[in-house]
Structures are given as C-alpha cells and as structure tokens.
T-cell receptor, first 112, second 112 residues
C-alpha cells in the first residue's frame, strides 16, 4: 500500500527553466511533508519541508506547495541548474509518529 | 559535526551468512532510524530508536533482523541467515528534537 506516490519516474528540464516535481498522498492524517534530494552513492539530504497548516513554503530557489483537499504537493525549482540533477523523494509523516513515509522518487535531469 | 557515518559502505556476503552494519549518528541527536532502499523504490522504514529504546519496528523487519543502540550512541543492524531478497541499500538517519533527519551514505548489501 503506497501511501506516498510520485507518479513521474523521471523529468528533464532545460537549465534556467522551472522544474516541477509532483507528489500525491492517500492518508489525510499526514500533517508534515518533506522533500529530500539524493545524488548517486550518497544518502538523501533534506531540502525543504511544509506543515499542513501552510500551503506554501519557500527557501531560495525551492518552493513547496501543499493542496490538502487534493492530497497533493509539489516542489518547484526556479531557475533549474545542472547541479540540481538528482533523484527527489517526497516524504510524509504523522504527528505522534516518528517515521517518514517516502515516495518512489523522481529523477530530475537539468540539461545545460 | 562529521555527519552520520555508516560502515561498511559495501558488503558482499554468501546466502545464509550473518552480517552486521554499524551507524554512528550525529553526536547530539537522540533519535536514530534504519531504512532500507531497493532499486526504483524510496527508503522504507525499518526501525526507530529514541536514545537506547527501540520504540518502533516495521513489519518488514523479520525475526532475522535485529537492531540495537546500546547507551543511546551508535547503532548496529544485524541480519541473520541472509537471503538474496535482503540485497538492498541500508540507510541510517539521525535526528535531533528540532531537526529533520540526516542520512548517512548507506551500506550496500549484496547477497550472492
């Protein structure tokens, strides 16, 4: 039972353009969401998060949007850079629990 | 702060052998997680420690798997009687009370 879904396994974007990575979840009780980035041969690194009381959180070039009614979140990267090429994982958690539930990831390739 | 350290980075073992992995978390982090990642999937939660107490175990963690965190510092994950299906990347993460989870580089296990 995949509670967090990333339906696009891969995405290619031209350098300087916007990258939009999508994530859907099924459990309406999730109240905290995160994005992690993973380069080959490295562990995932935290990128940005959002609480369910917000609908947007911004950090530099990265913005996460949350649509609770649609159980959907997205990560926008503007402008995209070749160094952003990595696998991006969406994750969700519930208050009172300790673990993150991860999606299957989207491989982003930013073309120079 | 040297980050989360995992050893070994790679392990090749014969089916039926026992293996043990070690994780050294960030020193001030009291929370420690083990995740497993297979090809094309996101990290899957295995177990969680708060200090030395193991507070949650996934049903993915069969009785061949055991994890410990003596004295609330480093942690070990042991797999007994390894099977080919155990081949995966084993990721450790640590977390403080007000931080996100920081992941190590992982231990890649190959069971032949």
């Amino acid at each position: 039972d995949q509670q967090v879904k990333q339906n696009s396994p891969s995405l290619s974007v031209q350098e300087g353009r916007i990258s939009i990575l999508n994530c859907d979840y099924t459990n309406s009780m999730f109240d905290y969401f995160l994005w992690y980035k993973k380069y080959p041969a490295e562990g995932p690194t935290f990128l940005i998060s959002i609480s369910s009381i917000k609908d947007k959180n911004e950090d530099g070039r990265f913005t996460v949007f949350l649509n609770k009614s649609a159980k959907h979140l997205s990560l926008h990267i503007v402008p995209s850079q070749p160094g952003d090429s990595a696998v991006y994982f969406c994750a969700a958690s519930l208050s009172g629990t300790y673990k993150y539930i991860f999606g299957t990831g989207t491989r982003l390739k930013v073309l120079a | 702060d040297t980050g989360v350290s995992q050893n070994p980075r790679h392990k090749i073992t014969k089916r039926g052998q026992n293996v043990t992995f070690r994780c050294d978390p960030i020193s001030e982090h009291n929370r420690l997680y083990w995740y497993r990642q297979t090809l094309g999937q996101g990290p899957e939660f295995l177990t969680y420690f708060q200090n030395e107490a193991q507070l949650e175990k996934s049903r993915l963690l069969s009785d061949r798997f055991s994890a410990e965190r003596p004295k609330g510092s480093f942690s070990t994950l042991e797999i007994q009687r390894t099977e080919q299906g155990d081949s995966a990347m084993y990721l450790c993460a640590s977390r403080g009370w007000d931080t996100e989870a920081f992941f190590g580089q992982g231990t890649r296990l190959t069971v032949v």
